[in-house]
């Protein structure tokens, strides 16, 4: 069975850092690109990050992230991590990662194939 695994949220003040982890089970991420996704509350789902495959190694951030988030692979673990740095409370939200064969980057509406359930983030004083 094919599952992705989101861990890592919780509540944390300005300016402070949480990494999330996204697991997967029934299949190997490294074949995969890895997509981070959030969405806040009565807005649309966004894009955060992706990961190519490792064949590709390409990475991905969404403007409003670039230079505070960053995303990696440790292919022993079968995990893909987003390491967030500096967060604000604009980066409250639940946070799913995404699994294809390509992160279509350029593709704002592409559907990705396996979604996790979601970390709640919650960045506040």
């Known amino acids: 069975q094919v599952q992705l695994v989101e861990s890592g949220g919780g509540l944390v003040q300005p300016g402070g850092s949480l990494r999330l982890s996204c697991t997967a089970s029934g299949f190997t991420l490294d074949y995969y690109a890895i997509g981070w996704f959030r969405q806040a509350p009565g807005k649309e789902r966004e894009r955060v990050s992706c990961?190519?495959?490792?064949?590709?190694?390409?990475?991905y951030y969404a403007e409003h992230v670039k230079g505070r988030f960053t995303i990696s692979r440790d292919k022993a673990k079968n995990t893909v991590y987003l390491q967030m740095d500096s967060l604000n409370p604009e980066d409250t939200a639940v946070y799913y990662c995404?699994?294809?064969?390509?992160?279509?980057?350029?593709?704002?509406?592409?559907?990705?194939?396996?979604w996790g359930q979601g970390t709640q983030v919650t960045v506040s004083s």
């Open positions: 995404a699994a294809d064969r390509l992160c279509a980057w350029q593709e704002p509406h592409y559907e990705y194939d396996y």
């Open positions: 990961i190519a495959s490792s064949a590709i190694s390409s990475f």
